[in-house]
C-alpha cells in the first residue's frame, strides 16, 4: 500500500536538460597521439605537460576498463568519443566578465549560477567550466588580495606552471586507473587553487561544470593545494542536457593538505541521469583523492550525488601526516534506472590519524545503489581510528541496495567500527506523518532528508538546501 | 460527531486469506462524549481505531463513516485529519533526523491551511508548544531531538498527547495510551485529555484495562468482541469488567 501512496506522486523532468545553441571548437571524434598534441598545443602548455600527457596516453593503451564494480553498461568505444569542443571565442579569450559570450551567461544563469559578482551566491566565487574548457571565474581580484590562486587549469599551467609540475599526478598518478590515465592524457580543463601559508580563504570556491556538445567526452581536472595553516571550502556542482546517448565525464580532482591546513570539498552531482527508461544520462567515472601530507591536516569530502545515469567514484583520503583526519560525508540516490557504485578510501600511514565514513544510499525505482568502502590501516599506523556508518532506504521493490566494504588492518591498535543497514521506507512513518495531516509527497521529503540530515548538516548553508530540494525533484515520481 | 454504522472489514493474511475482522460496528458517538472502548486482545479495537483514521491495510466491505456529518470513507488519511480527526497511535514511529517540533509545526499549519487559517510563525507556535508542554509534563528538551527517536514509551505517548493537545482535533481516538505508562505518566496523559474536553469535541477511548478510566471518566463504555460491539453501558460497565473480566460477555457472542 506505500507504494501505491508512493506511485501517486507525480513526475517533475530534469530541469537543467536544455541545450545551448553556440558556435564552438570541435575536434573529429577519436583518440590519437596527435590529438593529444593538438589539445597541448592548443593550450600552449609546456614541454613538461605534453610529456606527462603522452606517457598517460601510452600506459592506457596497455589498459582495459575495470570490471568489478557493481555496474552494468555497454562497452564504451573510446575512438567514437569527441574529446575537445570549446565554445568558440572572437579574441583570445575573454579578459573580464564582460567579455564572456552573453550567451554562456545566460545559460549559467538559467542554471541558477549568475557569472556577475553581485549575484544571489555573492559570497561565493566560481569557475565556470564549459565543455572543455573554463569560461569565467569569478571574484578573482577579491581573491588575489588574499594570496588566493582560484582559476582555470588552463591559466594555472601558464601563470603558475612550478606549481602544477610540483604537484600535479602526485595524488592519482597517471597510472592510477584506466580512467584517471585517460583523463591524464586528454583533459582540457578544470580549477586550479592554492592556498597560501596561514590563510583563511574569505569566501567559499565553486567550480560549476556543464556538459553542453553532443557525443563530447568531459575531462576535466581539479587541483587544490592548501599550504601550511590554511583553509579553504570548495564546492562542485555539474548539470547536462538531456540527450539519448550516454556521454562520458571522467575527471580527476586532487587534493593536497599540508601542515595543519583543511580542505572542505563539497559535491553537488546532477547530471543528467537518464531518462525512466535508462536511455541516456552521464557515465560519472571520476577519480577523487586527497593527500594529507602534513600533521594534524584535514580533508572533508561531501557529496550529494543525484544524477548521472552510472556512478562510479570513490573520493578518498591518504592520512599520511601524523593526527590527520579524513572524512567522507556522502548521499547517493539513484532511481529509474541509475546505478551507483560509490564509497571511499581511507588509508592510514600517520600516527594517531582518525577517519569518519557516513554513507546514505537511497535507491528507488530499479536503481541499484552500491557503497563500496576500504579502511586500510599500514603497520606504522599507530592508534588509526575508524567510524564507518553505512545506511541503505528503499523506496521500492524493484530497487537494490548492497555494501561491500573492506577493511585492511596491519596494526594492533587500530580502533575500527563499521555499523550498516538498510531499512525500507515504513509504510508505519509514511501512515503516522499522513494521520498528522501531512501529505505523501511532503510525508517522503520528510523523511528522506531525515534520512540524510547527518549528511546535509556538513554542506555550506545554501548548498545545504539545494541539495535538499534537489533530492525531492530527483524522488518525485520515481518512487514505487 | 462520529457516527459508525454497520462496518465491516477484512484483512488479508501473510497466506493472502482473507480474514473477518470488524463484523458489524454500530457507533454514535455525540460532540462532548467521551467514549472507551474495551475487549480483549484481537478483538478489532485497534483495527478499529486504524480504519477510522484511513489505515488502508484493511479492506472496508460495507458499511460508513460520518464524521460531523461528512462521509469520510473516500477520504485520504491526510484528508481525514485535516477534517479533524485525530489518532493517538498506539505505538507511536521514530522518524530520525526529522525535529519533533519542525514536524508538529508542519502538521499544525498542514490543519491551519485546511481550515484556512494563515500558519503560525515561529514565534506564536513556540510560545503556544511550550505552554502545552508543561500541560503533559514534557521537557522543552524533547522539541529539538527527532519525532520519537530514542523516546521511552511514556516519552512516546506524551508526544501522542502533545500533538493531540496542538492539533485540536474535532474527534480524538486513544488507541491503548494507557499501555507501558506508569503512574505518573499515565496522571499526565490524563490530565492532557481531560483539559481537551469541550462540548464541540469527541473522545473515544481504546483501552483494555478500566485503570485509565478512572482518570478519564468516560460517558459511555463499550465492550468490543470479535469484531462486534456486544454490549454498552455507563462508566460502571468499566469496573464490572476489571471485576470480572470478559470472559462472561463470550456466552453472549456468536
Known sequence: MSNQYLKQIVNKNYQYGFITEIESDTFAPGLSEEVIRKISKLKNEPEFMLQWRLRAYQHWLTLSPPEWAHVNFPEIDYQSIIYYSAPRVKKDGPKSLEEVDPQLLETYKKLGIPLHEQGRLAGVAVDAVFDSVSVATTFKGKLAEA????????????????????????????????????????????????????????????????????????????????????????????????????????????????????????????????????????????????????????????????????????????????????????VALTNHRQQADTGTKMIHMGKNTRSTIISKGISAGFGQNTYRGLVRVLPQAHNARNYTQ??????????????????????????????????????????????????????????????????????????????????????????? | MLIIKNLHATIQDEKQKTKSILRGINLHVKAGEVHAIMGPNGSGKSTLANILAGREDYQVTQGEILLDGQNIMELAPEARATAGLFLAFQYPVEIPGVNNMYFLKAAVNSVRKHNQLPPLDAMDFLTLIKSKMKEVGMDEKFLSRAVNEGFSGGEKKRNEILQMLMLEPKLAILDETDSGLDIDALQSVAKGVNSMRDPKRSIVVVTHYQRLLSYIVPDVVHVMVKGQIIKSGGKELALELEEKGYGWLNENVG
Open chain 1, 147 to 330: 594570496g588566493v590562486i582560484f582559476c582555470s587549469f588552463s591559466e594555472a599551467v601558464q601563470e603558475h606552471p612550478e606549481l602544477v609540475e610540483k604537484y600535479l599526478g602526485t595524488v592519482v598518478p597517471y597510472r592510477d586507473n584506466f580512467f584517471a590515465t585517460l583523463n591524464s592524457a586528454v583533459f582540457s580543463d578544470g580549477s586550479f587553487v592554492y592556498i597560501p601559508k596561514g590563510v583563511r580563504c574569505p569566501m567559499e570556491l565553486s567550480t560549476y561544470f556543464r556538459i553542453n556538445a553532443a557525443n563530447t567526452g568531459q575531462f576535466e581536472r581539479t587541483l587544490i593545494i592548501a599550504d601550511a595553516d590554511s583553509h579553504v571550502s570548495y564546492l562542485e556542482g555539474c548539470t547536462a542536457p538531456m540527450r539519448d546517448e550516454n556521454q562520458l565525464h571522467a575527471a580527476v580532482v586532487e587534493l593536497i593538505a599540508l601542515d595543519n591546513a583543511e580542505i572542505k570539498y563539497s559535491t553537488v552531482q546532477n547530471w543528467y541521469p537518464g531518462d525512466e527508461e535508462g536511455r541516456g544520462g552521464i557515465y560519472n567515472f571520476v577519480t577523487k583523492r586527497g593527500a594529507c601530507r602534513g600533521t594534524h591536516s584535514k580533508i572533508s569530502w561531501t557529496q550529494i550525488e543525484t544524477g548521472s545515469a552510472i556512478t562510479w567514484k570513490y573520493p578518498s583520503v591518504i592520512l599520511q601526516g601524523d593526527h590527520s583526519v579524513g572524512e567522507f560525508y556522502s
Open chain 1, 390 to 480: 553505512c545506511e541503505s532506504l528503499l523506496l521500492s521493490n524493484t530497487c537494490g541496495a548492497h555494501t561491500f566494504p573492506y577493511i585492511e588492518v596491519k596494526n594492533p591498535t587500530a580502533q575500527i567500527e563499521h555499523e550498516a543497514y538498510t531499512s525500507k521506507i515504513g509504510a508505519d512513518q509514511l501512515f503516522y506523518c499522513r494521520q498528522r495531516g501531512l501529505s505523501i509527497e511532503d510525508a517522503v521529503s520528510m523523511i528522506v532528508n531525515g534520512f540524510c540530515k547527518r549528511v546535509f548538516n556538513e554542506l555550506p548553508m545554501e548548498f545545504a538546501v539545494e541539495a535538499q530540494k534537489l533530492l525531492e525533484v530527483s524522488l518525485e515520481g520515481s518512487v514505487g
